[in-house]
């Protein structure tokens, strides 16, 4: 009867000794677990907060106590990382290591111990798979012994993931517990459905995501077609506003020319007019500075109506009269003879 016990406080010890770390774990692990470690003291209703009050609420939140745990009760409560692994270490009940996802323990007190407890006991460890009270290789059943569940009139009594059993046998004890076992499984063929839906989901949501890259790399290619048969489209009218400018400028330096040329004409025949009146005008005064007969009307019949105008004066004045000059010498000279 004492064996179990012994082996029970030293099994404790052993594992605060190890102090056991999960292999692998991250940095953001770790950390996660202080801020649960810390979030779980800091909850406490208790007004007087102590190492033990720590402990307990740590192990409650995250169901053991890991070293970060540690390391915040310690620094909570102001005291050394040594003084809290004692007070740990004291009680049994406080686990050092992740425990299993089911919690089995068998009340250890006298009562219970003389209903059949120790039968109990011997027959579960061969179906655990255990040698003593611990958690099983595949992680389903965390077995240990408790000193007291309170429940002495109906032990052997047993609690199974906190919900306390009576009078229990090997059988029924066998029994609860493979029933948390299927528990498990059924949980994990859920737990496989619901990836393969989610696997199912992504597949679908994978080929709607192909389908929609492709229509959209068909309009990207589409869209990169239309943009190059508008570039194109754009260099042919570009090309032919240059072909039309070209010809609008050649015409326009034709008219240019051409309008140059009538200039030159036009400037021509005005120097020439221009040449012609001065030439005009200069003979005229030339005529003007010889004779009045000089200044005959150039018109034929004019003309020759004058001349015979002329012809009969000429025939009507006696011929001591030819000129006024004569009369007036001869005039002169009688004067001076009188």
């Known amino acids: 009867m ?11 010890r052993s594992a605060v000794t190890a102090k056991p770390e999960t292999p692998g774990t991250v940095d ?7 801020e649960r470690a810390r979030q779980a003291i800091a909850r406490q209703p208790a007004r007087t907060v102590t190492t033990l009050s720590s402990l307990l609420a740590v192990q409650d939140a995250l169901g053991y106590l ?3 745990a540690i390391d915040e009760v310690a620094r909570r ?22 425990p299993a996802r089911h919690s089995v323990e068998l009340c250890w007190g006298p009562t219970c111990h003389l209903l059949g407890a120790q039968g109990v006991f011997q027959g579960l460890l061969p179906l655990l798979k255990l040698e003593n009270e611990g958690d099983t290789a595949d992680g389903t059943v965390s077995f240990k012994l408790n000193t007291c569940l309170g429940v002495c009139p109906h032990g052997p009594a047993m609690s199974f993931d906190h919900e306390l059993a009576g009078h229990m046998t090997l059988e029924r004890a066998a029994r609860r517990i493979e029933l948390l076992k299927a528990a498990d499984e059924e949980q994990q063929r859920s737990a496989e459905l619901l990836e393969e839906a989610a696997a199912a989901r992504s597949a679908r949501a994978a080929v709607r995501a192909k389908r929609a890259a492709a229509a959209a790399e068909a309009a990207r290619v589409a869209e990169k077609v239309r943009l190059a048969d508008v570039a194109e489209a754009e260099k042919l009218a570009e090309a ?8 609008v400028a050649k015409v326009a330096e034709a008219a240019k020319a051409a309008e140059a040329e009538a200039a030159k004409e036009k400037e021509a025949k005005e120097k020439e007019a221009k040449e012609k009146d001065t030439k005009e005008k200069e003979t ?9 007969t000089d200044e005959a009307p150039t018109d034929p019949l004019k003309a020759e109506q004058s001349e015979t105008a002329t012809d009969d004066v000429a025939a009507d004045t006696p011929a001591g009269d030819e000129s006024p000059g004569g009369n007036q010498d001869n005039s002169s000279g009688g004067d001076q003879d009188d």
Do not use: C, M
């Open 284 to 292: 005229k005064a030339e005529k003007a500075k010889g004779s009045p």
């Open 28 to 34: 953001a692990d770790r950390q996660a677990l202080r």
């Open 77 to 98: 409560t102001s005291a050394t990382v040594n003084e809290v692994w004692g007070v740990a270490s004291f009680y049994p009940n406080f686990r050092f290591h992740e």
């Open 2 to 12: 004492v064996g179990p016990i012994v082996l029970k406080f030293t099994n404790a």
């Open 66 to 68: 890991p070293p970060e």
């Open 240 to 247: 032919v506003k240059v072909v039309e400018a070209a010809r």
